[in-house]
């Protein structure tokens, strides 16, 4: 808000001498990050699709599994997988230009059984050429694929999407809910399968915009109906907390700060 770039994506283009993922974190809402024409990359910028209020039903809940360093990094690996995996050379060519389609004009109708079901495949789809680059890339851990398995099992059940995964270079789940009452349901579930720690007190595991789900059954998770007369092993202290947020607004004007702004420097 108040930042004004001279050019479509020159925000963008200046994070991306950084990292991709500085590129497409910068503004708002749902951004899309073009891929370019240009040698150089120079055109390969994010864009804002539409303002974090287009979507005011969606709720994101994330399930860090690992804050520790990742084995393998972003970068580095992408590497990899260019130089070895013909699986993400057929997904980039092939499947990821349709994808973006999809995914767009799901946004823009805000379609979340469409959104979930190419959110959840694309994120697959990824790790998958994560195993077929050599040597083979291991993001999700056996948290992971739980934290899978539980999305999956509840959709399955309802036969229609309740709620969508997405992982990227890591353990951690991004799970999406097409409203309150799903989300409510969603932490739910999460709290059920993965308890805090013994010694960890819920309010520093339950973190973020909790107030806003109103969410009264933080002390005592119901035991899921799709999992009714199934003996559930439930895995406390494997999550290291749950953050609780919304697609949110792009970058600020700050009056007050300690940067120098005609150089730039730290006052």
Same mark, same amino acid.
């Given at each position: 808000m108040g930042v004004q770039e001279r050019y479509k994506g020159e925000i963008s283009s200046i994070a991306r001498i950084g990292s991709g993922s500085a590129c497409r974190s910068l503004y708002g809402g749902f951004v899309e990050w073009e891929m370019g024409k240009d040698d150089d990359g120079k055109d390969s910028v994010a864009i804002q699709l539409v303002e974090e209020t287009?979507?005011?039903? %969606?709720?994101? &809940? /994330?399930?860090?599994?690992?804050?520790?360093? *990742?084995?393998?990094?972003?970068?580095?690996?992408?590497?990899?997988?260019?130089?070895?995996?013909?699986?993400?050379?057929?997904?980039? *060519?092939? $499947?990821?230009? *349709?994808? $973006? &389609?999809?995914?767009?004009?799901? /946004? %823009?109708e805000r379609d979340f059984a469409t959104f979930a079901r190419i959110c959840c495949a694309d994120s697959n789809q990824f790790h998958a050429t994560c195993l077929d680059t050599s040597p083979p890339i291991f993001y999700l851990n056996d948290t992971s694929k739980k934290i899978i398995s539980m999305v999956e099992r509840w959709n399955k059940a309802e036969g229609t999407p309740q709620a969508a995964y997405t992982f990227d270079a890591g353990p951690n789940a991004v799970l999406f809910a097409p409203s309150k009452d799903k989300a409510c349901e969603l932490l739910s579930r999460l709290l059920f399968y993965f308890p805090p720690a013994a010694d960890k007190n819920i309010s520093s595991y339950v973190v973020g915009d909790v107030e806003s789900l109103a969410f009264k059954d933080i002390d005592s998770p119901f035991k899921p109906p799709e999992v009714d007369g199934i003996n559930i092993t439930r895995f406390s202290g494997e999550l290291d907390y749950i953050l609780c947020t919304r697609p949110g607004g792009g970058p600020l004007v700050l009056k007050d700060h300690l940067i120098d702004s005609s150089t730039g420097l730290p006052l």
């Open positions: 287009h979507w005011e039903d %969606l709720f994101v &809940i /994330i399930a860090v599994v690992s804050s520790r360093q *990742k084995e393998t990094s972003s970068t580095s690996g992408m590497q990899d997988s260019v130089n070895t995996s013909k699986l993400l050379h057929h997904r980039a *060519k092939e $499947i990821v230009p *349709k994808v $973006i &389609i999809e995914m767009r004009k799901a /946004i %823009l």
